[in-house]
T-cell receptor, first 114, second 113 residues
Framework: DTGVSQNPRHKITKRGQNVTFRCDPI?????LYWYRQTLGQGPEFLTY????????KSRLLSDRFSAERPKGSFSTLEIQRTEQGDSAMYLC????????????FGQGTRLTVV | AQTVTQSQPEMSVQEAETVTLSCTYD???????LFWYKQPPSRQMILVIR??????QNATENRFSVNFQKAAKSFSLKISDSQLGDTAMYFC??????????FGTGTRLQVTL
């Protein structure tokens, strides 16, 4: 079963360091989404790609955050100069298209900034 | 823009009983979709059921069904014959033409013996 894969599953980093997460979507899916989930909350949308094009970014995505999807396959989410407030679960999802189409989620990367 | 509200932080139900999780939403879009996702402990989120807003008929998937009241902007989930494996966080979500999901804060469901 080649579902959505996220690496690493857990990341502990010191404040001020840079971190990068990777998401490998289901291979035939052209849409890829990043969400952030903090404890006790539902996931919040960060950004999404249609193939390699980044089509929308949330205001939650500050200048310290950048996401890429080269060649429309895997995606990376980088956080520069991490802050304690960045501690959260970062979820990736993919879908063949938008709207009513089901989004398939990965297991997430849990980031802890100390 | 959409907002999704889940007013029940926690619910408990006995095995084999029926439970209903509440969700209300607001949206400025005419064409939108509603979802219930399940997030078991330490596992990824999976789709439980979806509803297209232009369809009046309530969606059903085996033991899961929804009560979609469009005028009231209400979208509740009914789980019949609850099973221990139904224990999870349940998120109500909405999406429109932009395709991004807007989630509620979730309801933690505990199924007990």
């Amino acid at each position: 079963d080649t579902g959505v894969s996220q690496n690493p599953r857990h990341k502990i980093t010191k404040r001020g360091q840079n971190v990068t997460f990777r998401c490998d979507p289901i291979s035939e899916h052209n849409r890829l989404y990043w969400y952030r989930q903090t404890l006790g909350q539902g996931p919040e949308f960060l950004t999404y790609f249609q193939n390699e094009a980044q089509l929308e970014k949330s205001r939650l995505l500050s200048d310290r955050f950048s996401a890429e999807r080269p060649k429309g396959s895997f995606s990376t989410l980088e956080i520069q100069r991490t802050e304690q407030g960045d501690s959260a679960m970062y979820l990736c999802a993919s879908s063949p298209s938008g709207g009513k189409t089901e989004a398939f989620f990965g297991q997430g990367t849990r980031l802890t900034v100390v | 823009a959409q907002t999704v509200t889940q007013s029940q932080p926690e619910m408990s139900v006995q095995e084999a009983e029926t439970v209903t999780l509440s969700c209300t939403y607001d949206t400025s879009e005419n064409n939108y979709y509603l979802f219930w996702y399940k997030q078991p402990p330490s596992r990824q989120m999976i789709l439980v059921i979806r509803q297209e807003a232009y369809k009046q008929q309530n969606a059903t998937e085996n033991r899961f069904s929804v009560n979609f009241q469009k005028a009231a902007k209400s979208f509740s989930l009914k789980i019949s014959d609850s099973q221990l494996g139904d224990t999870a966080m349940y998120f109500c979500a909405a999406t429109g033409t932009a395709s991004k999901l807007t989630f509620g804060t979730g309801t933690r469901l505990q199924v007990t013996l």
